[in-house]
C-alpha cells in the first residue's frame, strides 16, 4: 500500500528535479549504481553525458524521422528510403486516404509507436487509429527518459508503405558509429532479430564477421548474403556522419536484397540499455571520443 501512496510523490519530485538529476535516478533504478557522467568510463554513461551537456540543435532535426529523409536523401540518395505515401498534422486527415492497406503509420517524433495495415481496415478500426494518433500528437517524448532534443520536433503524422511481406518481422540491424581521429569508423553492428516474438541479439565487434556477444533464443548469425549487403553501408557511414558526430546510431532494414534506411540516433537506449555487456559497453566507451 506504501509503494502505491508514495509513487504521486516520486514523481512529484521527479518533475521538480534538473534533467542530471533525473537521468542519474533513472540509470539507479535500471542499474542499482549511481553513473559517473562528468567523467564517464561505460557507454551508457557516454549516452547520459550527451544527454545531459550536450545540446546542438542537429539531434533534434536528424532524429526527426520526417526532416531526416531530405538529410538522408542528399548525403546517399533516396533510393534508400522507405516510400512515404502521406504525412499530416492533423489526424483526421487520414482518413482521406483511400487504402491504408501495406502501409505503416507512426508519429516523427518518438521511438517505439507504431501499425502496421496489410490490408485496409473497416472505418471503425480506422477510427481508432485516428484517435491514437491524436495522442501520439500530444505527447511529449522527451518527458519519457530526458531525451531533450525529442521535444524540439514538431511533431507529424507519417505514412510509409509497408516493405515486408505480411506477417514478416524484418531484422533491425543498429550499427553504432565511431568516428576517430585519423578519420576511420569503429562500429558494433547490433543486429535485432524476432522482435515481438523470440527475440535474440548479436553484436559485431567493427566485423560483420565477428560476434563477440548475443543473448536470445533466436537467431542472431548473419547469412553470407547480409554480410554482402550489409558491406555495403560501411561506406555509406561516412557519407552520414560526415565529420560532425563522434557517435551516431544508423539503422538499417534488409527486405528482399534491398536496403533500406531505418532512422538516426544519437542517444541510444536513453543510457540505459543493459544488452551490450560489461567489456563491450567499455569498449565502445573507449571509441567513442570527445565531440
Known amino acids: 500500500m506504501k509503494k502505491y501512496l508514495l509513487r504521486p510523490l516520486f514523481r512529484a519530485i521527479m518533475k521538480k528535479a534538473s534533467s542530471e ?24 554513461e557516454k549516452v547520459l553525458q550527451r544527454m545531459v551537456y550536450d545540446k546542438n540543435p542537429r539531434y533534434a532535426e536528424l532524429a526527426d524521422k520526417y526532416a531526416v529523409r531530405k538529410y538522408i536523401s542528399e548525403k546517399i ?6 516510400p512515404l505515401l502521406y ?13 491504408w492497406s501495406h502501409t505503416v503509420i507512426k508519429p516523427n517524433h518518438a521511438a517505439g509507436l507504431v501499425m502496421l495495415f496489410d490490408e485496409d481496415p473497416d472505418i471503425k478500426e480506422k477510427e481508432r487509429v485516428v484517435a491514437k494518433t491524436k495522442e501520439w500528437l500530444k505527447l511529449d517524448f522527451s518527458n519519457v527518459a530526458d531525451e531533450w532534443h ?4 514538431e511533431p507529424l503524422v507519417l505514412v510509409e508503405r509497408k516493405i515486408t511481406p505480411e506477417n514478416v518481422i524484418p531484422r533491425d540491424y543498429k550499427f553504432h558509429c565511431f568516428r576517430q581521429n585519423n578519420g576511420d569508423i569503429k562500429y558494433v553492428m547490433q543486429v535485432v532479430d524476432g522482435r515481438f516474438g523470440t527475440v535474440s541479439k548479436g553484436y559485431y565487434l567493427n566485423s560483420l564477421d565477428q560476434c563477440v556477444w548475443h543473448h536470445g533464443d533466436g537467431c542472431h ?7 554482402s549487403k550489409l558491406s555495403e553501408v560501411l561506406v555509406l557511414h561516412d557519407l552520414i556522419m560526415g565529420k560532425e558526430f ?12 534491398k536496403i533500406y534506411f531505418g532512422e ?3 542517444t ?4 540505459r540499455i543493459n544488452g551490450f555487456g560489461a567489456n563491450l559497453e567499455k569498449q565502445m566507451a573507449e571509441w567513442w571520443l570527445p565531440e
Open 221 to 227: 548469425h548473419l547469412t553470407e548474403d547480409e554480410k
Open 246 to 257: 563522434k557517435y551516431l546510431r544508423i539503422d538499417w532494414y534488409l527486405i528482399e536484397g
Open 264 to 266: 538516426l540516433t544519437f
Open 21 to 44: 538529476t533525473r537521468v542519474k535516478i533513472g540509470y539507479f533504478r535500471s542499474y542499482n549504481k549511481w553513473p559517473n557522467i562528468k567523467n564517464p568510463r561505460t557507454f551508457n
Open 150 to 153: 525529442y521535444s524540439m520536433i
Open 77 to 82: 540518395g533516396e533510393e534508400y528510403l522507405i
Open 268 to 271: 541510444s537506449g536513453a543510457g
Open 87 to 99: 504525412v499530416t498534422c492533423d489526424p483526421e486527415t487520414l482518413l482521406k486516404l483511400k487504402d
